[in-house]
Each structure stands twice: as structure tokens, then as C-alpha cells.
């Protein structure tokens, strides 16, 4: 992903696009600009690919060794692994950003959201400075669906294996689940 970085007007500098997009968004349904779908704490190693192929063997390390979607429920990671800290700053162990961004937390997502009015439309995430998609999220069985809101991870974990995205609104997600990521600088 080329980096571009823009400063919104919380002051803070974002990449200008999602991981894995070709372009900046023109419009929220510009399908070059949705990049790619994450599964919550895994790094670039292919699965991230919106056609990337899938297994239902889960992992037992933080960075399974392959590019493979993994297919569950809740985590990619198997229960007696899991690990909430695989994106937490720049140094996290997976850290999927270019050097010197991190994936953002909750609180810096809620700030931004504000600053633009707190829409909670496809058209305000677009008309934002973010020029946020409506790109999607790869659920569990590997297909894409809800290409009809914007779904983006945060870094935020509660801990239960539960990491927040944003949306409509700010919610609990499986981490087996792919969404887009956006990129802010530390």
C-alpha cells in the first residue's frame, strides 16, 4: 500500500487509504479503494487477500506460518493461545502497518467520528477526512458480506478476546472475522 498521509482534524495522521487499497477512495462503494480484510491481530501474510484461500485449522502461534483464512467462529488462534496484545502500538508482533503506524485504538476512532459530527451513515465515514468504504467484512465461512456499512478494526481488545471495530456503532467482534484497517501514525 503506498503511504500518504493525511492529518485530520484531530490532529492526528492517518494513511490516506486502507491497507491494501489501491487508491483513495472516490466514492464510499469504490471497490479499488476498500483494500484488504484483517482477521483481528494477524499480519500481512496473505490471508488478509479478499481471495485468499481458507483452512479451519487454527493456529497455536501468533503467526501461523501461512496466508490462509482461517475459518471459526470466534478466533483464528486456538483458545489456549490466544494473545490480545498482537496489535497493540508499532512495535505489536503483528503489527500489519508500515513502519512507524499502528492500527488504531477505540478512543482515537471515537475522536475522529466526533470531530466529523459522530455520522454514523456510509455517507458521513465517506465524507470524512478518512474517505472511509463501505468495504465489507469476511465472516466465518470465508464469504464477504455487509458490503453495505463500513467495518474497521481497532486495536482495542477487552481482554476476552474481544476486539472493538468500528462501525454504525462501536462494537465487540470475533477475531476470526476480516475487516478493513486503517492506518495512524504514532
Known amino acids: 500500500t503506498t503511504v500518504v498521509e493525511i492529518t485530520s482534524g484531530t490532529g492526528k495522521v ?32 496473505g490471508h488478509q487477500c479478499r481471495n ?8 497455536t502461534t501468533n503467526q501461523p506460518g501461512h496466508g490462509l483464512f482461517i475459518l471459526n467462529t470466534f478466533d483464528w488462534m486456538h483458545q489456549s493461545y490466544e ?5 497493540q502500538g508499532v512495535n505489536g508482533i503483528n503489527n500489519p502497518c ?17 470531530n466529523w459530527g459522530g455520522g454514523t451513515t456510509p455517507a458521513a465515514f465517506f ?18 458480506m455487509l458490503t453495505n456499512s463500513n467495518w474497521y478494526w481497532s486495536s482495542t481488545n477487552n481482554g ?18 476480516g475487516m478493513s484497517v486503517r492506518c495512524i501514525k504514532d
Do not use: C, H
Open 98 to 114: 508500515p513502519s512507524g503506524f499502528r492500527v488504531p485504538t477505540e478512543a482515537e476512532w471515537t475522536a475522529e467520528r466526533t
Open 14 to 45: 492517518w494513511m490516506d487509504r486502507n491497507l491494501g487499497a489501491s487508491q483513495v477512495a472516490t466514492s464510499s462503494s469504490d471497490a479499488s479503494a476498500y483494500g484488504d480484510l484483517y482477521q483481528w491481530g494477524r499480519g500481512n501474510d
Open 127 to 144: 465524507n470524512s477526512i478518512l474517505k472511509l468504504t463501505v468495504g465489507g467484512v469476511r465472516v466465518e465461512n470465508g464469504s464477504i
Open 52 to 59: 485468499s484461500s481458507t483452512t479451519s485449522t487454527l493456529s
Open 83 to 87: 494473545n490480545n496484545n498482537l496489535w
Open 160 to 177: 476476552f478476546g474481544d476486539p472493538t471495530s468500528i462501525e454504525q456503532t462501536f462494537q465487540p467482534r470475533s477475531e476470526s472475522s
